[in-house]
């Protein structure tokens, strides 16, 4: 079974611009989960989608968006980029347990965005 | 507020020995745990996911616990391997995840 893939795997913008990273998930799963990794602050939440519906969302200011397809394909975008908005974005996906929660999270390789 | 917390933040040992790698919480709330390897620049690797109705998952040679009661996890590695050199992350939720910082292993030859 493929795993998470994510692209594109690297990025260069400039401040100001827009980006947008994709995400596919493990067949059958309809959670995605995205997070940003930086140094200084670690892996942060920055929102969860499952089954075309934002369920969960972290605090990150409203430059950040996401949507989910049909298909449970994932995408995150960033507006007005900045400076600090450098980092490793990792798309992970999941399945919901009987319970509610989810299930194991399986993540991708990430984006490695770089904000010049 | 950091809420979960790994010590140590960094961890040299020589290979074959048996190692704890520890992760705590600052609530009690009901949560599964689960404990990821990250290798330098890669992604995340999940090793073990415990849920909140369990105490323990095994998988070869790790064996992880948890403690809701003290609010505690431990990851314990058997036998380590140079191969096992990497950041440790443990993340607790329920739907979303909230991470330690990690501990980075190296295990020396």
């Known amino acids: 079974k493929a795993g998470v893939t994510q692209t594109p795997r690297y990025l260069i913008k400039t401040r100001g611009q827009q980006v947008t990273l994709s995400c596919s998930p493990i067949?059958?799963?309809?959670?995605v989960s995205w997070y940003q990794q930086t140094p200084g602050q670690g892996l942060q939440f920055l929102f969860e989608?499952?089954?075309?519906?934002?369920?969960n969302k972290g605090n990150f200011p409203g430059r950040f968006s996401g949507r989910q397809f049909s298909n449970s394909r994932s995408e995150m975008n960033v507006s007005t980029l900045e400076l600090g908005d450098s980092a490793l974005y990792l798309c992970?996906?999941?399945?919901?347990?009987?319970?509610?929660?989810?299930?194991?999270?399986?993540f991708g390789p990430g984006t490695r965005l770089l904000v010049l | 507020k950091q809420e979960v917390t790994q010590i140590p933040a960094a961890l040299s040992v020589p290979e074959g020995e048996n190692l704890v790698l520890n992760c705590s919480f600052t609530?009690?709330?009901?949560?599964?745990l689960q404990w990821f390897r990250q290798d330098p620049g890669k992604g995340l690797t999940s090793l073990l996911l415990?849920?909140?109705?369990?105490r323990e998952q095994t998988s070869g040679r790790l064996n992880a616990s948890l403690d809701k009661s003290s609010g505690r996890s431990t990851l314990y590695i058997a036998a380590s391997q140079p191969g096992d050199s990497a950041t440790y992350l443990c993340?607790?939720?329920?739907?979303?995840?909230?991470f330690g910082k990690g501990t980075m292993l190296l295990v020396s030859p």
């Open positions: 067949s059958g799963h309809r959670s």
């Open positions: 415990i849920q909140s109705s369990q």
């Open positions: 609530d009690s709330a009901i949560y599964n």
């Open positions: 993340a607790k939720g329920y739907s979303t995840l909230t």
């Open positions: 989608y499952f089954s075309e519906t934002q369920r």
């Open positions: 992970a996906s999941s399945s919901r347990l009987g319970t509610g929660a989810q299930g194991t999270q399986y």
